[in-house]
């Protein structure tokens, strides 16, 4: 924490990219230091796409099944990678780090910035790495090169909408393990969508909720640009990828002021 602090000039107009630097750069350190969640965030997500394609996809889809679950593994591989950012957050509350940081002359959002961007490249790594297993065991995508980078941008997006949700789990939570108990209901999403099976094969009570939810038009729209085919919800996933964004950060932001009453 001395460290920390010492990155800081003693006068208050700290420049706010500088000081968002220091706070990523702290996070990706931390993340470096728990080497088994790092690689537990990248293991679990591939050993979900070996299972699916290789134990459940003959029963699911006879064939190509490896090409209609990559983007739900994807967005698993997110979800996995960004419920840490609710126990580190929870932590700097939990253990006065928090309290600390507001009385450093920097901008507050600098502090949750920090968790935020570095799990963001954290989870594009991660996700480098299940694109290129999927590529390994069969995955042929079509797309093109404007497409790869709607991918791109779809996938980041979420992955910020995601980790800024945990980050308010970590914020609002009362410990470390509550954090992680709440931001792991968060991890369900994808299995009450299509990431996994068709839709029409849920019960018809199921449906609207798969249909209509965050991850449903996501996975669709990554699914149509990757191999085509199907309907591409751009529009509606980037409406519900911005509005968690924007909800998720007001809370937080809203939470954070009042910690220091913690």
């Known amino acids: ?33 728990d080497g088994e969640g790092l690689i537990m965030a990248i293991a679990l997500p591939v050993f979900l796409l070996l299972m699916f394609t290789y ?10 099944y490896v090409d209609f679950v990559v983007p739900g593994v994807i967005l698993t591989c997110a979800a996995f990678g960004a419920s840490s950012v609710a126990v580190s957050v929870n932590r700097d509350v939990t253990l006065g780090a928090m309290r ?28 480098a790495i299940v694109i290129a297993v999927a590529l390994l ?22 992955i910020l909408a995601i980790t800024s949700l945990f980050a308010c789990i970590g914020m609002v939570s009362g410990s470390p393990e509550a954090a992680n ?16 099976v068709p839709v029409e094969t849920m019960p018809s009570w199921l449906q609207p909720l798969a249909t209509h939810q965050p991850m449903g038009p996501l996975v669709e729209s990554l699914r149509a640009l990757l191999v085509g085919g199907g309907e591409a919800k751009v529009l509606v996933s980037l409406i519900w990828s911005v509005g968690i964004i ?4 007001a809370l937080t932001v809203l939470a954070f002021r009042r910690s220091g009453d913690r």
């Not at 924490?1 to 000081?19: K, Q």
């Not at 134990?55 to 190509?64: D, K």
């Not at 065991?137 to 979420?158: N, S």
């Not at 924007?246 to 950060?249: F, I």
């Open 1 to 33: 924490m001395t460290a920390l602090v010492s990155s800081f000039p003693s006068t208050r107009g700290v420049n706010a990219l500088r000081s968002s630097a220091v706070f990523i750069g702290r996070s990706l350190r931390h993340s470096l230091r």
């Open 55 to 64: 134990v459940f996809g003959g029963a699911i889809i006879s064939e190509g």
């Open 100 to 127: 600390r940081f507001r009385t450093l002359p920097i901008a507050s959002a600098t502090v949750l910035a920090g968790h935020v961007v570095a799990s963001v490249l954290r989870n594009l790594a991660a996700t």
């Open 137 to 158: 065991i069969g995955f042929r995508p079509t797309a093109t090169p404007l497409e790869w980078l709607g991918v791109l941008g779809l996938v980041a997006l979420w």
């Open 181 to 196: 108990g709440y931001g792991f209901t968060l991890l369900f999403l994808p299995y009450l969508s299509s990431a996994f």
């Open 246 to 249: 924007l909800v998720a950060t």
